[in-house]
């Protein structure tokens, strides 16, 4: 999708033309403002700081902020569309405070060596999100809305554990209510990476395999209770009537298998309201057997609020034939199936 044309899920009145953009920027708006304005191009941002810190930490926070800001317009900027245009600048603006802000936190100018966490953000960071490391627990809500407004360094989170796989955070109330949805059913989560919301599943009484092609394995630490299985192979193995995946790729191609898996009743997807960041719209469209809900309550569980969580909850029909062929993504939604907003919005991406 290219940037700025998708104005879905823009708030009214956000500039979108390169002239009105300048002008926005001239006046030096905050980040707050722009990741909520702008969505699509604050999580490319985070990635981008997310790049930058994997490469070289703080040396290439410097060499970042010492070619950007002496970029001048090339030739090739006057040509490209004008929204092009304006979701680049709204973009390097954003990626540059996230940068002047990292190197501002933690004297990127003057040493060298991995960015970290101050001593106070870090400290209440590690007790209310992880249990030890990067192992993360359940989070307490309540608690988390009282610290996380507090902490000055809460941005760089995000950008800092995505390159260890980690892209939310799950509160304890979400992972309860899953387990409720669950049930005593079998279930089975795919595309699992480090097995954590398995793990508090079970927890919680739930009967699940977590499941993963270990594709990451330079990044996450896979632990002996995650299956060494691609998700098409776990659906066979396992023949699941749960399955459960948390931000799975932008446009993956396992996805459509869950659909066609005759033993499935109910896929529970945990993904960004945003169609580029995970998931894949075309296979969610395009199958037949499934009726699909947006759950606004859960959605608001996942944490941090800034990653735009949402909870999809596909349930089998009634009347729906056990399983259909995959139609490909260029084939309707049903009629009788409305369409939610974020990633479930049709897009041009193939299955």
Same mark, same amino acid.
């Given at each position: #999708?290219?940037?700025?044309?998708?104005?879905?899920?823009?708030?009214? $009145?956000?500039?979108?033309?390169?002239?009105?953009?300048?002008?926005?920027?001239?006046?030096?708006?905050?980040?707050?403002?722009?990741? %909520?304005?702008?969505?699509?191009?604050?999580? *490319? =941002?985070?990635?981008?700081?997310? %790049?930058?810190?994997?490469?070289?930490?703080?040396?290439?926070?410097?060499?970042?902020?010492?070619?950007?800001?002496?970029?001048?317009?090339?030739? *090739?900027?006057?040509?490209?569309?004008?929204?092009?245009?304006?979701?680049?600048?709204? %973009?390097?603006? #954003?990626?540059?405070?996230?940068?002047?802000?990292?190197?501002?936190?933690?004297?990127?100018? #003057?040493? *060298?060596?991995?960015? &970290?966490?101050?001593?106070?953000?870090?400290?209440?960071?590690?007790?209310?999100?992880?249990?030890?490391?990067?192992?993360?627990?359940? /989070?307490?809500?309540?608690?988390?809305?009282?610290?996380?407004?507090?902490?000055?360094?809460?941005? !760089? !989170?995000?950008?800092?554990? #995505?390159?260890?796989?980690?892209?939310?955070?799950?509160? &304890?109330?979400?992972?309860?209510?899953?387990?409720?949805? /669950?049930?005593?059913?079998?279930?089975?989560?795919?595309?699992? $990476?480090?097995?954590?919301? =398995?793990? @508090?599943?079970?927890?919680?009484?739930? =009967?699940?395999?977590?499941?993963?092609?270990?594709?990451?394995?330079?990044?996450?630490?896979?632990?002996?209770?995650?299956?060494?299985?691609?998700?098409?192979?776990?659906?066979?193995?396992?023949?699941?009537?749960?399955?459960?995946?948390?931000?799975?790729?932008?446009?993956?191609? @396992?996805?459509?298998?869950?659909?066609?898996?005759?033993?499935? *009743?109910?896929?529970?997807?945990?993904?960004?309201?945003?169609?580029?960041?995970?998931?894949?719209?075309?296979?969610?469209?395009?199958?037949? $057997?499934?009726?699909?809900?947006?759950?606004?309550?859960?959605?608001?569980?996942?944490?941090?609020?800034?990653?735009?969580?949402?909870?999809?909850?596909?349930?089998? %029909?009634?009347?729906?034939?056990?399983?259909?062929?995959?139609?490909?993504?260029?084939?309707?939604?049903? +009629?009788?199936?409305?369409?939610? +907003? $974020?990633?479930?919005?049709?897009?041009?991406?193939?299955?």
């Amino acid at each position: #999708m290219s940037p700025l044309t998708d104005t879905s899920g823009l708030w009214p $009145g956000t500039p979108l033309r390169s002239r009105d953009v300048a002008e926005l920027l001239r006046s030096k708006p905050s980040l707050e403002r722009l990741s %909520r304005d702008y969505p699509s191009e604050w999580a *490319q =941002s985070q990635r981008h700081l997310a %790049r930058l810190l994997a490469d070289g930490g703080r040396d290439a926070l410097k060499n970042y902020l010492t070619t950007a800001t002496g970029r001048e317009r090339s030739p *090739q900027d006057r040509i490209e569309p004008d929204r092009v245009r304006a979701a680049a600048a709204v %973009r390097r603006y #954003m990626t540059l405070e996230l940068v002047r802000q990292a190197c501002v936190a933690h004297g990127a100018g #003057m040493s *060298q060596g991995p960015i &970290r966490f101050g001593r106070v953000n870090g400290f209440v960071l590690q007790r209310l999100l992880f249990e030890r490391g990067l192992r993360r627990k359940p /989070v307490s809500l309540v608690l988390f809305r009282a610290v996380w407004p507090l902490l000055s360094q809460r941005r !760089l !989170l995000l950008p800092l554990v #995505m390159q260890q796989g980690i892209y939310c955070f799950y509160s &304890r109330r979400l992972v309860r209510a899953i387990a409720r949805l /669950v049930n005593d059913r079998s279930c089975l989560e795919i595309a699992a $990476g480090d097995g954590t919301l =398995s793990r @508090f599943l079970r927890d919680e009484g739930v =009967s699940i395999t977590a499941t993963d092609d270990f594709s990451w394995d330079h990044a996450i630490q896979f632990g002996g209770d995650v299956e060494r299985l691609d998700a098409r192979q776990a659906l066979r193995t396992h023949a699941p009537e749960v399955v459960v995946c948390s931000w799975p790729p932008p446009g993956n191609s @396992f996805e459509k298998h869950v659909f066609n898996t005759p033993s499935v *009743q109910l896929y529970i997807l945990l993904t960004s309201r945003h169609a580029y960041a995970a998931g894949n719209p075309d296979a969610y469209t395009a199958q037949r $057997g499934f009726d699909v809900q947006h759950d606004p309550i859960l959605s608001r569980l996942i944490l941090p609020d800034n990653v735009d969580g949402a909870v999809y909850l596909f349930r089998r %029909r009634p009347d729906a034939p056990a399983a259909l062929p995959h139609r490909g993504a260029e084939t309707a939604a049903p +009629p009788c199936t409305k369409r939610p +907003p $974020g990633p479930l919005a049709p897009s041009h991406r193939e299955a």
